[in-house]
């Protein structure tokens, strides 16, 4: 096996990527594709109502996900919103982060719910989960206008108050964003226009609030968790093209934490990870609609540097919620509070925005890797959500419970599963990018072009592309030949192999004209390597492809609070400490048993271990990273 550490990895990734522009700017009127006026300028995604997942792995865990929004009614969810109004509810409330006694209450029932039902919505056509979604923001508008100045959340005004004043609260600002993101999405997702005027008079009284807060109070009071306001307010700007909005998302800049970034420093150590990342998505939105390349200088080293140095195997950074080590020194930090599932759903919204503006293939292989082993595996069959990743050896996957827990992570959850279609394919014009291999249909109404990806990848080492349409047309056609692929990846068009194929990390263009029938057929070989954990040559993680592997250590808790953790804790409790990671006998100690079944023996010095990809872990015990002996791991 080849071995590399992650920051050699993303680098290699970047030698066949060059597609960069500065794109023309001016305020958007889409908000999840981040395209300008000019939109051929800049690589876009799909409207999600244009890609519908085909059979596989992805639309099985879509609809795991929609059983369990489904699960959740408007009453139990609108319960505390109504109170805080004023308004009589005999409703049930749910626990957890939810509670009525909870300061974070709403960031999930007025939140993160609506952005989960709008993208059902949007990408399986669910309308029952839109009229759910439909339900709330009525009632949300009706709260707003017995508030009678625009506020709207679950709890009273008092909390801001406690933040304006320095006393303690937990992060009033964060469940506001996420109530605000929430009505823009069913906005522009499901049309509902009612949830665009909740949210601007949400702004408004944000802009209120902060009158007479001078900017060094209001810098005190930004130390505390606030989500992304500030690409909520941009996204408002954006969508109504009121420069007030843009105003009041200014207020949000932090320039204790956005300076360092734009002079390309890293004084990320001890900062809590998932308040961070947020903010670096608003700053890429900044960037789009104003032009301020600053703005985008942060974004990018801030992606590169969390990847590249803070990150591990899984595609995913933290402990302990924070980033607690220097860069590129991860020794000694794998435990059961690894990976905060929230920060992959963000880290991987930051690498598409960038991608947009790049072309770079790193930002999609990078997506590849979170999706398949961040994302998928992290919810149960119920469709319930992990917190976090444990990367300890002899740990296993907990979830939250089904109506008492509420975390941030099941709210990022939601979404994270009804909205696989959103970065398979993009488009330049009047070219598509082939980002992702996932079985799917692109119908692309106004190209009147369809293009069905026919694959069960990653089992099947390729995919297929097949076009349908009635005017054959000159384009090109941009096919991902990821970085983890062999030199013996094959494109066929019609059946005939190219004469020349992209090298492994860059995308190969085809253009030609593009007929009823046409397929692209691609083979990507994958091949076992090895990665080590930043900053020690003597631990690392194998991986096969794309593919993250874990040993299997035996049998975990399938029931009861280890597996289920009860209420709003995200830790199980009288939690043992780790094994001691598995020791690896030899620097080749993988072998593959089944390619098509993606099987795998590992040869540990006390014995052979069963090896599985990592998003195929359940309720096994399992170790990601080994014990590599001396000399065996280094590159």
Known sequence: MTTHSRREFLKMSAAGAALRFAPPLAYTSSLLAGADQHGDE???????????????????????????????????????????????SSAKPYGGWESPTVELRGHFNGGHYLSAVALASATAGNSVLKARGDEVVGGLAQCQTKNGNGYVSAFPTGL???????????????????????????YVL??????????????????????????EQRQ????????????????????????????????????SILDPLAGRRDELTGLHANTNVPKMIGAARMYEVTGDRRHRRIAEYFLEEVLTARSYAIGNTSLDEHWT?????????????????????NLMKLERLVFGWTGDVRWMDAYERAMFNCRLGTQNAQGLKQYFFPLAAGYWRAYHSAEDSFWCCTGTGVEEFAKFTDTIYFHRGGDVYVNQFIASTLDWKDEGLKIEQATTFPRQQGTTLKFATAHPKMRTVHVRIPAWTTDAAEVKVNGRPLEAVADPGSYLAIRRVWKD???????????????????????????????????????GPTDGPGK????????????????????????????????????????????????????????????????????????
Request: one cysteine or more; hydrophobic letters at 40%; aromatic letters at 8%.
């Open 220 to 255: 005190r009071m930004l130390r505390t968790e606030y989500g992304g306001m500030n690409e909520a307010l941009v996204n408002l700007a954006a969508l109504t093209k009121k420069q007030e909005y843009l105003d009041t998302a200014k207020l949000f800049e932090q320039p």
């Open 517 to 555: 029938g046409d397929t692209i057929s691609l083979s990507l070989p994958m091949a076992l390597r090895t990665e080590l954990l930043a900053g020690d040559d003597s631990v690392a993680a194998s991986l096969y492809g794309p593919l993250v592997l874990a040993a299997d250590l035996g049998a």
């Open 190 to 215: 499901t049309g509902n226009t009612d949830a665009l005027k909740v949210a601007e008079g949400m702004a408004h009284w944000v802009d209120r609030y902060f009158e007479g807060i001078g900017d």
């Open 42 to 88: 800049r690589i876009v995604p799909f409207p999600l109502s244009a890609v519908r997942l085909g059979p596989g792995i992805f639309a099985e865990q879509a609809e795991t996900n929609a059983r369990y929004l489904d699960s959740l009614t408007t009453d139990r969810l609108l319960h505390s919103f109504r109170l805080t109004a004023g308004i009589t």
């Open 160 to 186: 801001f108050e406690h933040l304006q004043e320095g006393k303690p609260v937990w992060a009033p600002f964060y469940t506001y964003h996420k109530i605000m993101a929430g009505l823009l999405d069913m």
């Open 325 to 345: 080590t220097p860069a590129g020194e991860l020794k000694g930090s794998l435990g059961w509070t690894n990976a905060e599932c929230c920060v992959a759903y």
């Open 564 to 635: 289920i953790i009860p209420d709003g804790s995200t830790v199980p409790k009288g939690l043992a400490k780790p094994d001691a990671l598995p020791k690896a006998a030899g620097a080749d100690w993988v072998r593959t048993e089944s390619a098509e079944e993606l099987r795998f023996k590992a040869a540990e010095e006390s014995g052979n271990l069963d090896v599985l990809p990592m998003y195929a872990v359940r309720d096994q015990r399992y170790a990601v990273y080994w014990q590599m002996a001396t000399g065996t791991a280094k590159s």
